[in-house]
C-alpha cells in the first residue's frame, strides 16, 4: 500500500471508526443471500423468494435519502443506533417467521419490505467522517479510494461469508449472523469519538440547501444512474453466459474478475494527483466503462471474457469516487450524508432497472447481446447528463482551478 494510503489509514483515529464501519458494511453484502435462503426454504418457492428480496431491495432504495437525511439531521451516534437496532430486530423477526411451519408468504414479503427501509447508511457516514479528517484535494480523494475498495472488497467476499454459513448452519442462522454484525458493526462505528463529533443540526437545512436543488447535482446523478445500468447489466449477463456453460461457479469467477478490476482501478485512482476537473473525470470515466461494456459484446472466449470484466470494472470505483467527491465539492457540510447517499441510491437504482431490462432480454437471446442493450441505455442516460455538467464545468471556472490547485497544494 502507498505511503498516501497508509497517511489516510494513521490520521488520528480514523481505524477506530474505519474497521467497525467496514465490519457493520459487511451485513449488506451477506443479507441479500442468507434473505433469499431462508425465505425459499421455508416456503419452497424461489418466486416468493425473489419477491422478498426484490421487496428489501426496493424499500431500501427509496428510503435511503430519507435514512440519510435521518442522519444529518439527528446525529451519527442516535440516528445510526436507532436504524441498526431496528434492522438487526427486523432480521430477527424474519429468522422467526420462516423458522414456523408454513409462513405466510405475504407476510415475509412484507417484513422484508418493512427491513429494507432501515439499513443503516454507514457507507455514507463514514465518507462523511473522512471528509472531517481530510481536506479537499488529494488526501480525500485517496480516503474515498480506499473506502470504495474497501467496500467492493466486502461484496466480494460478503456472499462467500453468507454461503459458509448457510452451508455450515442454517437460514435463520445466517439472518442472525447478518443481525449481529451490522448492530456490532453500527455501535463500533458511533462509541467513536469522530463519530461522535457529527452531532445532530441546531437547526434544519433550508429546502434551498437540499442536494437535489443544487446546480448540476442531478446530472451528476444521471450519469451515475448510466454506470449501474453497466453494473447491473454485468450482474446479469455474466451468470447468464456461465450457464450456458453448464458451470455456476463460473459466475462467480467472472463477478470476481470485475470486482478486482474495479478494486485496482480505485486504488490506481486515488494514487495519481489529478489536474482535470472533477466533472470531466466522472464523463471520461462513465463513456469509457459504456463503451467497453459494450464491446464485450463480441467477446466469445470466456478468458478473454473474464479480462474484458475487469476492465469495464476498472472504471467503476474511480466513478463513484468521483460522485462522491462531487457531491460534497456540490453541497453543503449539513446535508452531506443526503448527498454521499444519493450517490449509491442512482447508482444502485440503475442497477435495478438494468436487471430486471437486461434479465428479460437475456431469456429471449443470445446472452451476451445483453452488454449492447445495458451498454445503449448507459449511452442514453450519459448523454442527457452531458450537456448540463458541461455547462456548469464552464460555469464555475474558477472554482475548477481552486480545486486543482488545492489538490497541488495537499500533502501526500
Known amino acids: 500500500m502507498s505511503s498516501g494510503y497508509l497517511e489516510v489509514l494513521r490520521t488520528t483515529g480514523a481505524l477506530r471508526v474505519f474497521v467497525p464501519a467496514l465490519l457493520g458494511r459487511l451485513s449488506f453484502a451477506m443479507v441479500t443471500l442468507v434473505l433469499l435462503f431462508a425465505v425459499q426454504r421455508s416456503t419452497d418457492s424461489f418466486a416468493v423468494a425473489g419477491a422478498a428480496t426484490g421487496a428489501f431491495g426496493l424499500a431500501n432504495v427509496i428510503a435511503s435519502?430519507?435514512?440519510?437525511?435521518?442522519?444529518?439531521?439527528?446525529?451519527?451516534?442516535?440516528?445510526?443506533?436507532?436504524?441498526?437496532?431496528?434492522?438487526?430486530?427486523?432480521?430477527?423477526?424474519?429468522?422467526a417467521l420462516t423458522a414456523q411451519p408454513d409462513p405466510s408468504s405475504g407476510a415475509l414479503v412484507a417484513l422484508a419490505a418493512i427491513v429494507g427501509l432501515f439499513p443503516p447508511p454507514l457507507g455514507a457516514s463514514m465518507r462523511v467522517v473522512w471528509g472531517s479528517l481530510t481536506s479537499p484535494g488529494a488526501l480525500r480523494t485517496k480516503a474515498y479510494s480506499i473506502d470504495a475498495v474497501c467496500e467492493e472488497l466486502l461484496f466480494t467476499t460478503g456472499p462467500l461469508i453468507a454461503a459458509a454459513i448457510l452451508s455450515a448452519a442454517s437460514p435463520t442462522v445466517g439472518l442472525l449472523a447478518t443481525a449481529t454484525v451490522a448492530l456490532a458493526g453500527t455501535l463500533g462505528m458511533t462509541s467513536s469519538s469522530l463519530s461522535r463529533q457529527h452531532v445532530a443540526v441546531t437547526a434544519s437545512p433550508g429546502k434551498s440547501s437540499r442536494p437535489l436543488r443544487q446546480?448540476?447535482?442531478?446530472?451528476?446523478?444521471?450519469?451515475?444512474?448510466?454506470?449501474?445500468?453497466?453494473?447491473?447489466?454485468?450482474?446479469?449477463v455474466a451468470p447468464a453466459i456461465a450457464d450456458r456453460q453448464g458451470s455456476v461457479g463460473l459466475a462467480g469467477i467472472l463477478l470476481a474478475s470485475f470486482a478486482a478490476g474495479?478494486?485496482?482501478?480505485?486504488?490506481?485512482?486515488?494514487?495519481?494527483?489529478?489536474?482535470?476537473?472533477?466533472?470531466?473525470?466522472?464523463?471520461?470515466?462513465?463513456?469509457?466503462?459504456?463503451?467497453?461494456?459494450?464491446?464485450?459484446?463480441?467477446?466469445?472466449?470466456?478468458?478473454?471474457?473474464?479480462?474484458?470484466?475487469?476492465?469495464?470494472g476498472f472504471f467503476l470505483a474511480p466513478s463513484l469516487v468521483t460522485g462522491y467527491l462531487l457531491a460534497d465539492d456540490l453541497t453543503a457540510a449539513e446535508v452531506r450524508t443526503e448527498a454521499s447517499s444519493w450517490i449509491n441510491t442512482a447508482v444502485n437504482a440503475g442497477a435495478?432497472?438494468?436487471?430486471?431490462?437486461?434479465?428479460?432480454?437475456?431469456?429471449?437471446?443470445e446472452p451476451r447481446l445483453g452488454f449492447i442493450i445495458g451498454a445503449a441505455v448507459a449511452l442514453i442516460l450519459l448523454m442527457a447528463a452531458t450537456v448540463p455538467l458541461l455547462r456548469k464545468s464552464k460555469a464555475a471556472p474558477v472554482a475548477d482551478q481552486l480545486q486543482s490547485a488545492s489538490i497541488k497544494r495537499a500533502p501526500r
Open 65 to 95: 435519502p430519507y435514512r440519510a437525511r435521518f442522519v444529518d439531521r439527528r446525529g451519527q451516534r442516535f440516528a445510526l443506533n436507532s436504524l441498526a437496532i431496528a434492522f438487526a430486530a427486523g432480521l430477527g423477526g424474519i429468522a
Open 215 to 236: 446546480s448540476g447535482f442531478v446530472a451528476v446523478l444521471i450519469a451515475l444512474l448510466g454506470v449501474g445500468v453497466v453494473l447491473g447489466t454485468v450482474e446479469v
Open 352 to 365: 435495478a432497472v438494468a436487471a430486471v431490462m437486461v434479465g428479460f432480454a437475456v431469456d429471449a437471446m
Open 262 to 312: 474495479s478494486a485496482v482501478g480505485g486504488l490506481l485512482y486515488g494514487q495519481r494527483t489529478w489536474r482535470s476537473s472533477l466533472v470531466k473525470r466522472l464523463l471520461i470515466s462513465v463513456t469509457v466503462m459504456t463503451a467497453l461494456c459494450a464491446l464485450l459484446t463480441t467477446i466469445e472466449l470466456v478468458v478473454v471474457l473474464g479480462f474484458g470484466l475487469a476492465a469495464v
